[in-house]
């Protein structure tokens, strides 16, 4: 008789006898992590994990390694990848989930705290992670694919936000990794682009885009956790009043200083001189800063000669002659105040202007409620937190503009707005009462930063996490072998 044969007939009572003291150690680890996440999940369901665990160690009446026995040797190594690679994606989709996540700065919103091509370790942990909202999804890949393209989950089941407990919450100043709040609904030839802007801007609303299916591809929609994870920092909290006045904040009427290395944008006037490369590195001023790509793969540097330039345009622009000659500007140049500083004293520059945008130029937040804020003078708006009660009983139209989103959208509500009236789950509403806290969210480049100012708020269920460390740094403009790697930044904090 063979000993598996044997091994097949042997009783629970004489298994367990015959299991040796490495089993029972592997046992208890698996046990002891299981009831801790189970208490820190609050999830009694985790528990169902220990009788299988007892199985794979003690008991082993499922042949669960049964391919590690079998004399042909093709499917012995072909299930011992399988069983490698299975491991392998349970452990990141739980790493994942849980503890940590990698993501790539993609733009320059937040320079120069973050910068485009850092690589940050994101923790789920800082505020508690997510309990999985859309379960069966592929892991490292947000919504789709990688190569094969097309979606990487599945629609259901769907489970409602829960989150665990972390090590805090979110604070002003922090920088923020979230699912993006408009990105739930997805034009998908124009991803890049926020699809309510794309409304906005087509004569026929949205009627417009979802009719052009060329033009905008198909029109999804996604799960929250399913969403393009964005990053910004947290400006604006639950219950606050935020307003901007000249490119500075005020939260409640009261003054916020501004990020060390928060940006602007300015108009810099040479007496003629052509500011070199070397001299834009030396500033910390990237190539993506001072520069458009042209469609032939050339550059073309945000400059312009103001020979033959008539005195009254340049006045309009404020800019003045000197002794005849006009000289030159660059402009849209994003600067930090040292940045600003260090330029001026450059013997060659006549003036710095900061970019004042004029109201009406472009769309701000809320969409559908006409203003005349910019992204330097904008709001006041109030930010909503749970528990917290909006009535209707005036400014009805601006209140609608700006919360029906949230109410709808985001909490889930049939909304509606005729003749004056709200109407909230076919009901008639004098007011409401928001069951998520909400945050403002901000790019440090404030002048170059599509942010809550365009989008509105963040609810409290789209927060992923905050970035921690940066692992990786790389320059875009630059070879291996020629500075690609900003070593510098290489293990530095995020946290800035």
């Known amino acids: ?38 208490f820190w999940a609050g999830s009694i369901w985790t528990l169902v994990l220990i009788p299988l665990f007892f199985d794979i160690y003690i008991s082993k009446f499922v042949a669960w390694s049964w391919w590690k026995k079998t ?32 993501y790539q700065i993609p733009t320059s919103s937040l320079e120069k ?43 259901k089941p769907q489970w409602k936000y829960r989150r665990l407990k972390g090590f805090g919450e979110v604070k002003r100043n922090d920088i923020v990794v979230f699912n993006f709040p408009a ?31 060329k033009a905008y591809g198909d029109i999804v929609f996604r799960p929250v956790d399913r969403r393009e994870n964005y990053v910004k920092r947290c400006i604006g909290l639950p219950g606050e009043t935020i307003e901007l006045r000249d490119d500075n904040v005020y939260i409640d009427g009261n003054l916020i200083p501004s990020p060390k290395l928060s940006q602007l944008t300015y108009m810099i006037h040479t007496d003629g001189t052509i500011i070199s490369e070397n001299i834009f590195q030396e500033l910390g001023i990237s190539k993506d800063d001072y520069s458009i790509p042209s469609n032939n793969g050339l550059v073309t540097v945000k400059m312009q000669d103001l020979a033959g330039i008539d005195s009254l345009s340049m006045a309009n622009s404020g800019l003045k002659q000197r002794n005849g000659n006009s000289g030159r500007i660059y402009y849209n140049i994003p600067l930090t105040e040292e940045m600003l500083t ?49 009535t209707f009983d005036k400014d009805i139209n601006f209140k609608v503009a700006a919360y029906e989103r949230c109410i709808k959208n985001y909490e889930g509500n049939d909304f509606a707005y005729r003749d004056g009236k709200v109407i909230i789950n076919g009901q008639p509403a004098d007011s409401y009462t928001f069951k998520y806290d909400y945050y403002f969210m901000m790019g440090d480049n404030r002048h170059n930063s599509a942010d809550s100012r365009v989008w509105g708020f963040v609810p409290e269920d789209h927060i992923v996490g905050q970035p921690m460390l940066i692992w990786l740094s790389l320059e875009k403009d630059k070879g291996w072998f020629n500075g690609k790697i900003r070593w510098k930044r290489l293990f530095n904090s995020a946290k800035k």
């Open 183 to 213: 990105g739930d609904t997805v034009a998908l030839n124009m991803q890049a682009i926020d699809y309510y802007l794309l409304c906005k801007s087509n004569p026929n609303g949205s009627v417009g885009v979802r009719s052009n299916k």
């Open 342 to 390: 260090k330029l001026k004293e450059k013997p060659f520059v006549w003036d710095v202007i900061k970019d004042v945008e004029q109201p009406g130029s472009s769309y701000y937040y809320p969409l559908n409620h006409k203003t005349d804020w910019t992204r330097s003078d904008f709001g006041p708006l109030w930010i909503p937190q749970k528990g917290a009660t909006i």
């Open 113 to 155: 705290s973050l910068l485009v091509g850092d690589f940050l370790a994101v923790s789920k942990l800082s505020y508690g992670p997510r309990a999985p909202m859309t379960p069966l999804s592929f892991p490292l890949a947000q919504h789709t694919m990688p190569i094969i393209g097309g979606k990487s989950y599945i629609d």
């Open 1 to 38: 008789m063979t000993k598996t044969a044997t091994t097949n007939k042997l009783t629970l009572s004489e298994r367990i006898k015959s299991a040796t003291r490495r089993q029972w150690v592997w046992f208890i680890v698996w046990t002891l992590a299981t009831l801790l996440f189970a």
């Open 71 to 102: 004399k042909n040797k093709a499917v012995s190594k072909t299930m011992e990848w399988v069983d490698a690679i299975l491991f392998a994606l349970v452990a990141v989709y739980f790493i994942n989930t849980f503890f940590f996540q990698n």
